[in-house]
């Protein structure tokens, strides 16, 4: 019989999550430590580190709103050998002479802006209804899909017997790997810093951010009494406003609206 987890603590915390464990272990000493309902807004692989959003309680509905967030990374690749996995855990299949300066510059400049990369096979996208990773460890190497991923900054920071250390802004959903394995090499490391207003700075796992806090990003629309009573009811509002917002009470977190066509409807709602 599963053990039913608590609605509080709610809010987010940032968790700076160390090399070694999956983010689902970081999750799930965060849920035995709070005893609440936790989970993730975009993993982490083991062999990476950095900031790992984690919601807990009630707050675990709002992670739709994060997972979409830009990221920042900074990467250290071998271009001299090629992976399985595009990282350091994978069977090494090629070897080729590292690229000279001029070269790597070239190279790079073509990962500026939007790119097409095959998603990484030892991934958790479904194929057929299955993990990729789980196919391509029975050895049945599932042909990967193109996704079109969105670069935003692509800085060298360093460059030494053929490992270049990177620093990448990058739209949600692009694979760090991914990027490696096309330049001709593998991730040594990766390390995520930010994720949209979050930075790796303010991580602290002793600190639950309110859910109000966690999505101040967005702008924010205040009701009264009615509104709020006709929000958690299911009825929408006739407001101006257009887009997502946070619908507030006093400043705490009723959920999310959308507004279109001069009425607000919650996509979202927090529980009482």
């Known amino acids: ?56 309680g009630a707050s675990t509905r709002l992670a739709r709103y994060l997972v979409g967030l830009d990221k920042r990374y900074v990467t250290e690749i071998d271009l001299c050998r090629r992976t399985a996995t595009g990282d350091i855990e994978g069977e090494r299949i090629e070897e080729r002479e590292a690229p000279d300066p001029a070269q790597l510059e070239q190279l790079l400049e073509g990962f500026r802006g939007e790119v097409e990369l095959p998603i990484p096979a030892y991934s958790a996208v479904k194929i057929d209804g299955e993990r990729a990773y789980r196919l391509a460890r029975k050895g049945k190497a599932p042909e990967m899909p193109l996704r079109r991923s969105r670069i935003d900054e692509l800085s060298l920071l360093d460059y030494s017997n053929g490992v270049a250390r990177l620093d990448l802004r990058v739209g949600s959903g692009t694979y760090v790997r991914a990027i490696a394995d096309a330049l001709g090499g593998h991730c040594l490391t990766l390390r995520r ?65 959308n507004g279109e066509d001069g009425t607000v409807r919650s996509e979202t709602v927090m529980p009482a």
Not at 5 to 34: E, H, I, M, N, W
Not at 206 to 220: G, T
């Open 193 to 257: 810093l930010e994720v949209g207003p979050f930075s790796i700075d303010a991580a602290d796992e002793e600190r639950v951010v309110p859910p109000a806090q966690a999505l101040s990003f967005m702008p924010a629309l205040e009701l009264n009494e009615e509104e709020v009573a006709a929000m958690r009811a299911g009825r929408a509002l006739e407001r101006s406003e257009q887009g997502r917002l946070l619908l507030l009470d006093s400043g705490n977190l009723i959920g999310v609206g």
């Open 1 to 56: 019989m599963a053990i039913p987890r608590a609605l509080t603590p709610s809010g987010l915390v940032l968790v700076d999550k160390p090399v070694g464990p999956s983010s689902f272990q970081v999750v799930s000493r965060l849920r035995t430590r709070t005893g609440a309902r936790a989970g993730h807004a975009g993993t982490l692989d083991p062999f990476a580190s950095g900031l790992l959003l984690v919601l807990l």
